[in-house]
């Protein structure tokens, strides 16, 4: 089993940026493939982004392509989600995920196939 902790979140204001880091235990993290989700009040956990175990494939969702970044540092078991020019709209729990088995297009966004998660950290943006 892998544990994941999520850490970075805060307030901010639109067009700042954020740095979030989801640091692992339990298990090596190039074991998996890994994503992040959101989820804000009142609305389904959405997906983010994706890394393969490499970090040579990422995936990411529509609303955040060309402002957010992931990327992992096996050797330090973090993944990390670099957010730029922030909107209100971002504002959401972030959590970080974990699957055990090859990243491909049509799993990265489905919540389904990741066996584990963080407990989230805030991140809300300011207008």
């Known amino acids: 089993q892998v544990q994941l902790v999520e850490s970075g979140g805060g307030l901010v204001q639109a067009g700042d940026s954020l740095r979030l880091s989801c640091a692992a235990s339990?298990?090596?993290?190039?074991?998996?493939?890994m994503g992040w989700f959101r989820q804000a009040p009142g609305k389904e956990r959405e997906f983010v982004t994706a890394i393969g175990r490499t970090g040579g494939i990422t995936y990411y969702a529509d609303s955040v392509k060309g402002r957010f970044t992931i990327s992992r540092d096996n050797a330090k078991n973090t993944v990390y989600l670099q957010m730029n020019s922030l909107k209100p709209e971002d504002t959401a729990i972030y959590y970080c995920s974990a699957e055990d088995g090859p990243m491909t297009a049509t799993r990265a966004s489905r919540r389904e196939v990741y066996d584990y998660w963080g407990q989230g950290t805030q991140v809300t943006v300011s207008s």
């Open positions: 339990g298990r090596t993290l190039s074991t998996y493939s």
